[in-house]
């Protein structure tokens, strides 16, 4: 087992999406948030939805945390995010309850490293 902050490690982020925006959510996603965090080089390796329980699910992939920590200062400090697109999410997205991230790190086994 590998462990340290400069391993590779992927971030599952599962949200819970307001009553009624979830078709909205995913072309937003799609069209808008999962292009703009491609631009500022973050690696997403999948996203899926669950149209049952109003769920969407993602993952992103880290080289180490400090990639993690300059990734997200290149998106999250953005004019894009501060002033476009993070207004958008706050329409569609339960920010307070609906977001649980988890740290995963890949076994030795696994075909996604």
Do not use: H
């Not at 979830?22 to 899926?48: A, H, K």
């Amino acid at each position: 087992m590998t462990e340290g902050t400069n391993q590779p490690f992927f971030e599952l982020r599962q949200y819970e999406i307001k009553e009624g925006q979830l078709d909205r959510w995913v072309e937003f996603m799609d069209g808008t948030l999962i292009p703009f965090q491609r631009s500022c080089g973050m690696v997403i390796v999948g996203s899926w939805f669950v149209r049952e329980t109003n769920q969407y699910v993602w993952i992103r992939r880290f080289e180490s945390e400090e990639n993690k920590v300059a990734l997200y200062q290149a998106a999250y400090e953005n004019d894009f995010w501060l002033k476009e697109a993070r207004p958008m999410v706050e329409t569609m997205l339960d920010r307070e309850t609906g977001i649980k991230v988890t740290r995963m790190e890949p076994t030795a086994l696994s075909i996604i490293r």
